[in-house]
């Protein structure tokens, strides 16, 4: 690889037979565009979602939202996932996130900072962490479109156990702690079932965040001190796969079902403007993929 | 340049209890050699001491006035008379039921440097979180009293304020049932408890701002502080967690590991000879 630009954002897109992640990338890259300052991209996918990317996306709206495409074959290993779209609907797809951890070797950037597809950024809130020598950086909490906290194990990993951080967004740069960082979550992944047992947390469903929580969990001393950055205790907001995406007012002002995680019928409009959502419902971006980018279009952004 | 030292209570029933403080002096001795400890026995009991036990304390001594809990058992009443019989011109009172940790007792003296008397007003669990204080303190933050953590006290012998506080602990401690009952008969603890008592004394003293300080790396295995995800049961925690005393001495408990701290540990089933003899090794080598 060549030399590496400075700054720029990365976004995993592995397609499924149910779900589009390379449109919902271009959304994610899209708003990245707009919103932010350091906003060179990075596709990074495999030759058949490409494939699907070149047949299914105008090349000049790619070329609006990608600076890069990088292509990363991964081997295919069973990890379906249970999804829904809002309480009453529930599927099940193929989540390809094996080298996820592989990023800081992938990335065309010094300084990366790494998205999932349905995290939608819709200001300028992490351009402050390039500005700076944090070598790597990710979110310690959560909550959910009403504020309330995500369940108990995604508050730790088990009752007695560890933190539970978030691997939604991750930032790092290419020191020797970054590449510690990852070099940990590698080798999670790789001894994963021992990980399990000794962390104690379900082995079934791969989870990218149980392997960032135990490197944050070693950096941090084996406790839960302060030496990695937490985003500055900004928590990361989700919106659940049970929450749905009701109504686009414009480009940075979504409105959304949020659903009572204890009474399903329950449910609560919540109006986000200018707010960074990690929008989990999936299929809700697929519903309103439409009306998100021509509200870019209405507003000429 | 004022004599300073650790002193605790040492008090045997049927079985050793002195162990304890023993496991203390050692771990405070494993942070610095030249720190000093005493211990304060029951009177008339000095000749009674295990060998070891002499060698390890620096100064041993026997209550004052007498043991004031000889006849209901609870010794730990016996603590207001620390400032009476302490060695030292500044102290730090300690519980037994705790251990020290690699912990700089320089900077520990230094904390307390500006303070006549002074207690810790946050602890950690042992994943360093805050540890939570509703439950714990209940009963204070029911009638609006300071929620400090009484297992560690620093005071200076000579200082006036740090007297008239004691000289309130004497009365408190020596009449703690008259006290629930005059002044508690709503709620109060359901037997002698001493961290309330000194709750009580300082809101007595009207001194909490005075006494309260931050030592952030105080850590109380108080089990229902702990964040578990059922807070309704008290957890054993030595029995159901995962333990380890390493050969370094540090403390891991499930995966989080406490290389450096104050440890109120509490469960006394904790104190193995294991971890004695490790403690042990760590302070000599």
Not at chain 1, 183 to 212: A, G, M
Not at chain 1, 273 to 284: L, S
Request: with cysteine.
């Amino acid at each position: 690889m060549t030399a590496k630009d400075e700054c720029g954002v990365c976004i995993f897109a592995y397609n499924n037979e149910k779900l589009d992640y390379i449109k919902f990338a271009h959304i994610a890259a899209k708003y990245i565009k707009k919103n932010t300052k350091y906003n060179k991209t990075c596709l990074i996918t495999d030759e058949s979602s490409k494939d699907w990317m070149d047949m299914s996306v105008d090349s000049t709206f790619h070329k609006e939202c990608f600076d890069y495409v990088v292509t990363d074959e991964v081997k295919f290993k069973h990890n379906p996932r249970r999804h829904y779209d809002s309480p009453w609907s529930t599927f099940t797809a193929q989540f390809s996130n094996s080298n996820k951890d592989d990023i800081i070797n992938l990335t065309p950037f010094e300084k990366t900072l790494l998205i999932d597809s349905d995290y939608i950024v819709q200001n300028n809130f992490y351009d402050y962490i390039f500005e700076t020598d944090i070598p790597f950086a990710i979110h310690k909490t959560a909550e959910y479109l009403d504020h309330k906290p995500p369940r108990l194990p995604e508050q730790e990993l088990n009752e007695a156990g560890i933190h539970h951080w978030w691997s939604t967004v991750v930032y790092f740069d290419q020191s020797d702690e970054s590449k510690l960082f990852f070099d940990i979550w590698s080798h999670v992944k790789e001894n994963w079932e021992y990980y399990s047992i000794l962390y104690q947390f379900p082995k079934n469903l791969f989870r990218t965040d149980f392997c960032v929580s135990i490197a944050a969990h070693i950096m941090n001393g084996y406790n839960d001190f302060n030496f990695v950055h937490d985003f500055l205790s900004v928590p990361l907001v989700n919106a659940d796969q049970k929450d749905d995406l009701v109504k686009i007012n414009g480009v940075n002002d979504w409105v959304f079902m949020s659903a009572d995680r204890e009474v399903e019928w329950k449910t609560m409009l919540v109006r986000k403007k200018d707010a960074n959502v990690h929008v989990m419902n999936k299929m809700a971006i697929n519903r309103h993929a439409d009306e998100i980018l021509d509200s870019f279009i209405k507003e000429n952004a | 340049m004022s004599s300073r030292g650790f002193i605790t209570l040492g008090i045997d029933s049927e079985v050793d209890q002195i162990k304890y403080s023993y496991a203390l002096a050692l771990s405070i001795k494993q942070c610095d050699p030249s720190a000093e400890v005493c211990l304060v026995i029951d009177e008339g009991k000095t000749d009674e001491l295990k060998q070891e036990y002499k060698d390890t304390f620096d100064y041993v001594v026997e209550l004052p006035y007498g043991n004031t809990g000889s006849i209901d058992g609870i010794h730990a009443s016996n603590f207001w008379q620390m400032i009476h019989c302490t060695p030292f011109d500044e102290t730090i009172y300690v519980d037994s039921d705790v251990l020290f940790n690699h912990v700089d007792i320089d900077l520990l003296w230094d904390t307390f440097a500006d303070r006549d008397i002074a207690m810790p007003s946050t602890a950690l669990t042992y994943r360093t979180t805050p540890l939570g204080k509703d439950h714990k303190f209940y009963l204070e933050t029911h009638f609006g009293l300071p929620t400090n953590f009484g297992n560690m006290i620093y005071f200076k012998r000579k200082s006036k304020v740090a007297l008239s506080w004691f000289k309130m602990a004497d009365a408190v401690f020596q009449n703690w049932e008259e006290l629930y009952a005059a002044k508690f008969s709503e709620r109060s603890p359901e037997f002698f408890e001493k961290n309330f008592l000194i709750n009580v004394i300082t809101s007595m003293m009207d001194m909490n701002n005075d006494v309260q300080i931050d030592i952030p790396y105080y850590y109380d295995m108080y089990s229902k502080g702990q964040g578990f995800w059922d807070n309704s049961e008290s957890i054993d925690w030595v029995n159901e967690l995962n333990h380890w005393y390493t050969s370094d001495g540090t403390l891991i408990i499930e995966n989080s590991s406490i290389s450096k701290g104050i440890i109120h540990y509490r469960n006394r089933a904790f104190i193995t000879e294991g971890i004695i003899d490790v403690i042990k090794s760590t302070t000599n080598s």
